[in-house]
């Protein structure tokens, strides 16, 4: 079952934000603590995946042009906007954390990375969920935690998740007959190395530390994945 590593990763952010609700009355001090470590092992991650690129120049060039793109189609506003919209069905308060603001925030750091994007290509292609197996656990906890200090928008991360990483999935059975092997190596490449400073960007947002409208940069990923066949086509010229 080609999606079967994708529901499992979603029950257990799922599950994690239920535990995390039910652990909500741990004291703001000790939430803090964690949080800001969960945000600096975030930030690790990112550098750690943005060190992958072999091509900076793209790298740069996808942020700039995917995050003009972002902006003019106000992903992160919308984003916020469902968040909002989730808020006043579910009737949340302030006492329990801003739903729209854990909606966000999750669904970036679950669907922002190698591991969700590699992981549902691995589901694709030869049917293997290990990747998705793995991202399930560290997803469900980190759950815990983010439900337990943003409140329980956390929860509705799991349909983007599941929409995500399940439309990668089926998508990826047919990659095989458009790209050589290499080639995915090298895109998948610089999607994780755009990806990584994204979720550094999200590490600072968990933070405090500035604002920055991740969401906004999310077509970076589309324009990395583009350019690379790109720039492997031009240098055949020069």
């Known amino acids: 079952m080609i999606l079967l590593g994708t529901i499992v990763n979603a029950g257990a952010i799922l599950l994690g934000a239920v535990i995390g609700k039910l652990l909500s009355g741990i004291p703001a001090g000790i939430r803090q603590t964690v949080m800001q470590g969960l945000a600096l092992a975030v930030i690790v991650l990112g550098i750690t995946m943005s060190l992958d690129s072999k091509n900076f120049l793209l790298l740069i060039i996808s942020l700039v042009i995917g995050s003009i793109v972002g902006e003019l189609l106000r992903i992160e506003d919308r984003l916020n906007q469902t968040g909002k919209w989730l808020e006043k069905k579910v009737g949340g308060s302030s006492k329990d954390g801003s739903i729209a603001t854990g909606f966000v925030t999750a669904t970036l750091v679950y669907c922002i990375g190698a591991m969700a994007v590699l992981g549902a290509m691995d589901s694709g292609l030869r049917n293997n969920h290990d990747i998705l197996y793995t991202k399930a656990m560290l997803d469900g906890f980190s759950a815990i935690i983010f439900t337990s200090t943003l409140g329980i928008g956390v929860a509705f991360s799991a349909i983007p998740v599941l929409l995500y990483q399940g439309a990668i999935a089926l998508m990826s059975t047919q990659i095989y007959g458009l790209v050589s092997q290499t ?56």
């Open 183 to 238: 080639m995915l190596d090298a895109i998948l490449a610089e999607v994780t190395a755009v990806g990584g400073v994204m979720i550094i960007a999200i590490g600072i947002n968990i933070l405090e530390l500035k604002k920055v409208n991740v969401a906004n940069m999310l077509p970076a990923l589309v324009v990395a994945a583009l350019g690379v066949p790109l720039v492997d086509w031009l240098g055949k010229f020069f």
